[in-house]
């Protein structure tokens, strides 16, 4: 018989326990995660490193509900995700997740201060647009339109619109991807900056290992499981970081 699972810590605003994702079945299976165990705290900055293929996607869609896990079981706080119905999980990612990505997905026909209000209008508890906007430092950019913005400032619209109805979870897939390298400096610091003033759980994936230096904790995958997990004992600010 299996053993009881006991509920997760107070502190945890995510709890993944021997959480699998399998693609396909037979001779073509992926076995895209193997029995992850992980814990995130409330406010916690997390850098999620790995080789191409070790898994950090699959999981960051799991733990934002895009995706289910196999078998395992995942929690939300004391809300348990493992058994949601796709309905739940759009609640779920309504209230409380707000996504990054490394491309942006603007709406090109609408200005910047609508592809932002878009989002408040399926939440609970939004903040005001311009506030949003004032956040990633393009409250002056409103009436524009994403072709008339940098691929950086574009960056910054999807975080205030990640941000705008105040998630619990900020997840964001190689955010800087498709940046240079001052660009992407800037979008680390918006992230990091908007994180700690609205208390978000960030969790960033991404190749590059030194943004891990802006980290309370850095997670490796490698082959679906998790490599090591590293505590830094001082967190930089991305101006520090260098590569
Ligand atoms: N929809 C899918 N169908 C089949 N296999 C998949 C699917 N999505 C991912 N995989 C496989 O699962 C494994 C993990 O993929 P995942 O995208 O999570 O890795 P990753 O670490 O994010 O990689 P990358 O850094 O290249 O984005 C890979 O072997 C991938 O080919």
């Known amino acids: 018989m299996a053993a009881a699972t006991a509920e997760p810590a107070q502190t945890s605003v995510l709890s993944a326990?021997?959480?699998?994702?399998?693609?396909g079945s037979g001779a073509s299976a992926v076995h895209a995660l193997r029995a992850v165990n992980l814990e995130v705290q409330g406010?916690?900055?997390?850098?999620?490193?790995?080789?191409?293929?070790?898994?950090?996607?699959?999981?960051?869609?799991?733990?934002?509900?895009?995706?289910?896990?196999?078998?395992?079981?995942?929690?939300?706080?004391?809300?348990?995700?493992?058994q949601a119905t796709d309905q739940e999980l759009t609640q779920y990612r309504r209230a409380h997740v707000g996504f990054v990505f490394q491309f942006y997905n603007l709406i090109p026909?609408?200005?910047?201060?609508?592809?932002?209000?878009?989002?408040?209008?399926i939440a609970d508890a939004p903040m005001p647009v311009q506030d949003a906007l004032e956040r990633v430092a393009l409250g002056e950019r409103r009436d524009h339109y994403p072709s008339q913005l940098s691929g950086g400032e574009q960056q910054r619209v999807a975080i205030?619109?990640?941000?705008?109805?105040?998630?619990?979870?900020?997840?964001c897939d190689e955010p800087t991807g498709a940046l240079d390298y001052a660009t992407g400096k800037l979008v680390l610091e918006v992230i990091a900056d908007v994180g700690a003033s609205l208390g978000t759980t960030v969790v960033v994936i991404t190749h590059n290992t030194?943004?891990?230096?802006m980290a309370d904790r850095v997670i490796r995958l490698a082959d679906g499981g998790i490599a090591s997990i590293t505590r830094n004992a001082q967190r930089l600010s991305p101006a520090e970081l260098s590569w």
């Open 17 to 23: 326990r021997n959480l699998c994702k399998t693609y």
């Open 160 to 171: 205030a619109r990640a941000v705008v109805k105040r998630p619990q979870l900020l997840l």
């Open 109 to 121: 026909s609408l200005t910047v201060f609508e592809n932002v209000e878009l989002v408040t209008d």
């Open 43 to 82: 406010g916690e900055f997390v850098v999620l490193l790995g080789a191409s293929g070790s898994g950090k996607s699959t999981l960051l869609n799991i733990l934002g509900g895009l995706d289910t896990a196999s078998s395992g079981e995942l929690w939300f706080g004391q809300q348990p995700l493992g």
């Open 210 to 213: 030194a943004i891990a230096g």
